[in-house]
């Protein structure tokens, strides 16, 4: 029985060393490129899961964002808005279209170099039990030589710089196991100085700030306008107030763009967006900015 339950666990163990990935980040071959612009364009783009093939997550999505804007992706639970994140990452592969950066079908490039070029905050960071020094340090580029005055001018640009050097070991200082010696908002904020390290062209944000409260939500949000600066910028957006002066807004609904335009033009469409700004802030603050 014993033996049995051995070869069955063995050639499990087999097949999951056997399985080739489709993207894989150990090739070395693909198309690098130094730097890039920001350019990102979505063209016909349709997807879904390998787990799910009966069930389109996206549907001809077209979308483009120009180097240097602050771009947000609005819509219901489930409507694909996490998934053109994962895209842009190369997480998975796309079943149609193109998704293209520079004009340069990211299919081709290297994936490791593709990831260079970009930065992830995410709703809940991932900190380690090491200091927040070297938390900071993870998100640097094989071989960059970062200085401590480097380390220190992203955590300005993160609002966390004041905090850290007011600890008794300062940057030396360590954080507990997933982050427990430190708030929501002052995790969030090294996690953003982690994502600025690298000092990518693309930055990507995933709902960074609705799991905190409002007073860590201000002071983030605050850190993150500062991070976007000069960057290429997506956001992911749970509570809308925090994405109104955004260059463009796309409103997404069953895996396309149904409206794009300002906070001030979608307004007037009274279309999907009027609506999700009506029930989440209310009348008062439709024209408020």
């Known amino acids: 029985m014993h033996i049995a339950n051995a070869a069955f666990a063995s050639n499990s163990i087999m097949s999951l060393l056997e399985r080739v990935p489709k993207i894989d980040t150990w090739r070395q071959d693909g198309d690098k490129i130094k730097t890039i612009k920001g350019h990102l364009k979505f063209s016909s783009v349709h997807f879904h899961y390998p787990t799910r093939l009966s069930v389109p997550v996206l549907q001809g999505l077209n979308l483009e964002v120009k180097p240097g804007q602050y771009a947000a992706l609005v819509g219901p639970s489930g409507c694909g808005k996490s998934t053109i994140m994962s895209l842009i990452e190369r997480f998975y592969q796309v079943t149609n279209g193109i998704i293209a950066i520079d004009e340069m079908n990211i299919a081709k490039m290297n994936v490791n170099n593709l990831r260079e070029h970009i930065a992830l905050v995410s709703q809940e960071p991932s900190l380690y ?27 300005r640009e993160a609002n966390i710089h004041n905090f850290i050097i007011g600890l008794p070991n300062g940057y030396d200082t360590f954080v507990g196991r997933k982050g427990t010696q430190l708030s929501g908002g002052q995790k969030q904020r090294i996690a953003i100085a982690r994502a600025l390290i690298r000092n990518p062209k693309i930055l990507l944000l995933d709902e960074a700030t609705s799991a905190l409260d409002s007073e860590s939500e201000k002071i983030v949000q605050k850190a993150l306008d500062a991070a976007a600066h000069g960057r290429t910028t997506l956001a992911i957006a749970h509570r809308l107030s925090t994405i109104q002066h955004a260059d463009i807004i796309f409103v997404i609904k069953e895996g396309k763009i149904y409206e794009q335009g300002t906070h001030k033009e979608l307004l007037e469409l009274h279309g999907i967006y009027y609506s999700m700004i009506q029930e989440q802030m209310g009348e008062s603050s439709l024209y408020k900015n």
């Open 129 to 155: 039990d090491m200091t927040i020094k070297e938390n900071i340090l993870l998100g640097s580029l094989p071989g960059q030589n970062v200085t401590q005055n480097d380390l220190e001018k992203v955590c």
